[in-house]
Nanobody
């Protein structure tokens, strides 16, 4: 089992920035690709960003490209999502997820999920 715990969410004005963290515990973090997904009320879960185990391969959802950056430090079992130029439409619960293998953009590909952290962007 891999346990994931997100933090860093909050309320921010449009144009502002937030940095989300996801810390993994439990079994080894080794070999796991990590992803960030978000879900707003009444909407489908959306892929935000993903990063492979070694950190050299990343992927982003179209709506966040150029604004969000995913990174990781395996020594700290931590993945971050730096979110800049935030927009009200970025408001959602953000969850991190883990899967063995390469980066995936589909939620069903991920085995482990955190509880999520709320991000609210005011206009």
């Amino acid at each position: 089992q891999v346990q994931l715990a997100e933090s860093g969410g909050g309320l921010v004005q449009a144009g502002g920035s937030l940095r989300l963290s996801c810390v993994a515990s439990g079994r080894t973090f080794s070999g796991y690709a990590m992803g960030w997904f978000r879900q707003a009320p009444g909407k489908e879960r959306e892929f935000v960003a993903g990063i492979n185990w070694r950190g050299f391969s990343t992927g982003y959802g179209d709506s966040v490209k150029g604004r969000f950056t995913i990174s990781r430090d395996n020594a700290k079992n931590t993945v971050w999502l730096q979110m800049n130029s935030l927009k009200p439409e970025d408001t959602a619960v953000y969850c991190c997820a883990a899967r063995l293998g390469s980066v995936g953009a589909l939620a069903y590909e991920y085995e482990y999920w955190g509880q999520g952290t709320q991000v609210t962007v005011s206009s």
